[in-house]
């Protein structure tokens, strides 16, 4: 029972939450309308105006609410790049709607005059300012050219001084609204600005949080984080991942002969290139100074070192502003097997002592890890 509630729901007003919301204001218009169609009738039956006028108008604001309804519920707007619950265009033919009702109520058309303040209250949650003061400007001159119609033709049902009283009211009551819903569209333009800020300020702690400023490239503490879900992951799936650590060569003879600039230079060249060889899938974060730790999911070791290798390769042909051109850039790394969640500490420790026999035997090249049982 619950679910077939559930279901007719999605199904009248759509299932995206900001489609609910406007497709529900649309139908907010409905029990006014249905107020002034029993108006109407009460009308009809005393004699006031015609049976046909009434079911005439019956007939078009129904047409005209419903293709309202269709409208918002497909997202016209949203296609067609306008607002999209489709505030002014509604509010416009509801303004029409109870002018003409007014002029058709004969002795009940006073009971009409509250709706349009209220009909102004639609767009105070989608409309600027000053779409938002047309409209009333349009509501009160709509209204004041009704009531001067309709007491210059029948002065005796509709007196004048009734009706310019009737229209000063009106034509406060709803400035009044449009002041009121000035104010809150105001408010409302200031959140929504604050709230871009405040994500835009999050998105920058985020990047802060997670991402090197130098390179661009994860932080440590991310680097963690991304490891230990490719560890779940890969044992998930029982497929071998790979740790390395990489230590650019020499790296202080390039700060200390050619500037500490040159030196932030080479580290964002080597991210880069780093980045443009692995996989999409691979990960290369800055672990610290001149380390790199790359994270190779769905890697053998033996395809690890040969990815190293072509790194090695690609850097040996980086040339880096302030650097001669004959200096090629090259790394030393400890490439090891991550056997498990539980044994991510471990496999960087194992992949950190190959990098050092790896500098130990000379620098420039890759050293597998001793397997743990074996160490
Ligand atoms: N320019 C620059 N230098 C950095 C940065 N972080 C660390 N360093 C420097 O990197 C250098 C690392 O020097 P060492 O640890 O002696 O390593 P190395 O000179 O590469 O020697 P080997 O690793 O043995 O080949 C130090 O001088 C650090 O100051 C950075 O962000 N930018």
Redesign the pocket.
Known sequence: MARRQVSWSALVLGTSHGRRTRVSQSLLAMPPLLLIHALLVLAWRQGVLPGATVAWYVAVTLVGCVAFYAAVRSGLGERARVEPSLSAPQMVFAMLCTASAYALCGPYRSALLCLMPLILCFGIFALESRASRALANFGIVLMGGVMAALAAESPQSHPALVEAASWAFLATSMTMMQVLSDRLSRLRSRLTRQKNELSQALERIRLLATRDT?TGLLNRRAAMDELRRAAGQAARHERPLVVALV??????????GHG?????R??QAFADVAQRELRAEDCVSRW???EFLFILPDTSEDEACACLERVLAVCAEIIVDGLPTNWRIGF?AGVARCLGPADLEPAIERADRAMYRA?LAG?GRIHRAQPPETR
Request: charged share 40%; aromatic share 4%; glycine share 12%.
């Open positions: 130098l230590d650019l060569d020499r790296f202080k003879q390039i700060n200390d500490h600039q040159t030196g932030d080479v580290l610290g100074g001149e030393s500098k620098r």
